[in-house]
Structures are given as structure tokens and as C-alpha cells.
């Protein structure tokens, strides 16, 4: 068993490498920009940062957005080399389509220095700057063949024409066709990330460019709290209830119980937790709870005093977290029970007249703990999660709201930290399940071949 256990932990870091690489590239596919996102929040709603390029591509370096992704890619042969280190979408996406049309970036690229080597010597405000910036964003053929038509025959000369007559030459389109591997080495956004992971520095949020580990820590002890509180609640409610609703089958217990905990089980979270605030917090009805934050007791309150304030202000948000998952407990301790009652050794202590309590708690309950183990074991990365829906009606700033904002501005730090942590619970999770598997019943092995078996 012990070997078996050394395994497991040595299988976790391939695991947790794959899981890294599968969620850096949902994040590349995911669209948008962290460093538009990002600088938005540093300026007021009016101003447009897209404007600024001095300041995106100072950023992007900064941040080494400006660096490939990953250590290779796979593109078209046409494809530009260098398309990381175009700091905003639409030039990329000029590139990508002036490169295709051509099938040869790098006639594409000499265009654009002959142009902006003229607009260096151009006149602002001209007519002739104007029309070479819509040779320099155009993106396709025609669009600039038509704007160089507008250009006089002096400004056409000194070999402008023939780099755009170049263009329509179709005998470069093949490497459209071709697909080739371009190695990056190690300086990639991926591999850096990385490096930083394991000296133990998550980076910095590029929403505010706090440290994550310090971001983490102020939220994670919250939903921990509250995660926490409901778990527990939950357990001492639904375990008894659980086995005496499956002892007393079909009895007045067991339908009652059924009928109220698959209701709850069916009810959505924001309805619940919109209706707790209408009717008992936001003064409508009752104000019997406050619905914003957590509670800030003063500092000279004594400890009953602020569990007083937290638990007041922690009872609705506790209570959206329970319920659901009150039902799903119940469920699976009650069919789980009903089936150790059918085994013959509880047959056994029955006829042996032992009493109710020791059948179910001292022989029934150990045996019929594996889902519960199973779903405890699962249940660890959630605990850290919290629900972004309940914290966001009841203004908590816990760790949902810390990942929503994170997926929404594209904060790459704080996403693969907190996706990271979430893995690495998961697979602790597993572990520990393993575990207490054999504890909660000794004839379970593990043997070499990693099934279990009962000897």
C-alpha cells in the first residue's frame, strides 16, 4: 500500500505539467487582450487606450506578452514569424491576411518599411500621409493597389511600385499549402510562467499588479470560512438523517425527508439567494440580516461580540451554500445505507439483538462511508472555489469573484495560479480518498496493479 501511495504522488507532477498546458492553451484560444483589459482600468471610462501604442507595447514587454507563447508552433509556411510582437488584434489579423493573399510575409514587410520610411519624411496632415497609413492598415490586395492608385507618379517611384506590383505574383502562394514547426526556445510566455511557478512566485496580477500569492491569501480565508461552516453543517444534518431515513424505509421520516431535500436540491442558487435578501435583509420585509460583506467588528469587541457580527452577516451566504448540497449528501448516504442493510451481517446483529444504534453507527456507517469518502474527496478544490453567484449578491470578496474577475480581464497570473491550486487539490483529493478507504474498511487493499480488493 505504501508503495502504491509513493506512486500516486509521483504521478502528480506529469498530471499537474498536462493540466498547465491544456488551460495555457484554452487561455490562447479564449480571445481578447490582457493588456487592453488591463490599462482600461488605469484610465477613465472615456479615454481609449487602444490608441496608445507606446503604452500596450511597453506593457506586453513587461509582461512578456511579447514573447511566444509556447517553445514551437505549427503554421503555414506564408504565415509571419513574428506575429507575437504585434501589440494589437487587427494588426495581427492584417498580417495573417496580407500574408495569406501573398502567400510571402516577408514581401509584406519590406511594403510596410518602404512605407513607413515615407511617412517619416512625409508632412503630417497631408494627402499623401493619409493614403500611405491606408496602404499601412489595409488588409487585402485591393485595398491598397487602390489607395497606391491615389498616390502621385513621383510619390509611386523608388520602388514602391514594384513591391505592390509584386503582389499579384501568385508563384509564392504554395507555401499557403505547407505547414512548418518554428522552434521559440525557452524564452516563451509559457516556459517563464513556469520558471516562476516553481521558484514559488505566482507573479503579479495584471489587473493591479499585486502580487497573486498576497490577492489569494485575503480571499481564500474567506470562502474557506464559509465553505467550511456549510460542509460541516451539512454533514451532521444529512448523515443521521441519511441512515435512520434508510433504517425506517418508506417511513413518515424517510418521505419527508426525501420530498424537502430533492425540493431544495431543485432550486437554482441566485433565486435563493435574491429572495434570503428581499425577504430578510434588505428591509422590505424583514431586516433580519445584513446582506454586504462579512462583518467588520471594531477592534476592542470581545470574541462573542464578533461572532456575533460575522455570524450574522455569514448566515444567508452559508445557508445558499448548504441546502444544495444538504440533498445531494442525503441521497447518497440513504441509497448507500440501504444497500450494507440487505448484507448479511446486519441480518447477523440483528438476530443477535443488538440494539438499533450499534447496527447503524458501530457496523452499517463504516461500511457505507465510500461515497461519502468519494464525495468528500472530490469536494476539496470546491471548498477553495466558492460560488462566484453568492458572493457576488451578498458583496463578498471571496475566491469566486477573485477567479470571475481573473477569466474576464484575462489575468493570465492569477488564472493558471488559481486553476493550479485547484488541480493540485483535486489530486490531493484522490489521494486522500485512497486513504481513508482502507481505514473506513480494513479488508480494503490496494495491491502493484493499483485495483482495489477486498482479502
Known sequence: MLLYFIKRLFLFIPTLFIITLFVFALLQFSGGDPALNALERSYQESYDISNDAKKIRAYRKSNNLDLPTFYFSVQRLSSCDTLYRFPFAAERSRAEALAYATGDWSLIARLDDEIKKRLNREQSDTKASHLLM??????SITQIKASFAQLSLTERNDGLDELVNELNCNHWRIKNYIPTIRFHGISNQYHLWLTEILNGNFGNSYI????????????????????????????????????????????????????????????????????????????????????????????????LEKFKIYSAHLALPIFCYLYGGLAYLFRHIRRSTLEELKQDYITSAMAKGLSIHAILWRHSFKKSSFPLITILGSALPALISGSFVIEYIFSIDGMGLLMLEAFFSRDYPMILSLLLLGAVLTLFGMWLADLLYSFADPRVEIDDSKKYHKG
Open 134 to 139: 491606408e496602404i499601412l492598415t489595409a488588409k
Open 208 to 303: 493591479d499588479r499585486l502580487p497573486v500569492s498576497i490577492k489569494i491569501k485575503e480571499a481564500l480565508p474567506i470562502t474557506l470560512i464559509i465553505s467550511l461552516c456549510a460542509l460541516l453543517i451539512a454533514l451532521c444534518i444529512a448523515i443521521p438523517l441519511g441512515i435512520y431515513a434508510a433504517y425506517y424505509q418508506n417511513g413518515w421520516l424517510d418521505k419527508i425527508c426525501s420530498q424537502l431535500f430533492f425540493t431544495f436540491y431543485a432550486l437554482p442558487t441566485f433565486w435563493v439567494a435574491t429572495l434570503l435578501v428581499v425577504f430578510f435583509g434588505a428591509g422590505d420585509f424583514l431586516e433580519w440580516f445584513p446582506v454586504y460583506g462579512i462583518g467588520n467588528p471594531p477592534e476592542e469587541a470581545n470574541l
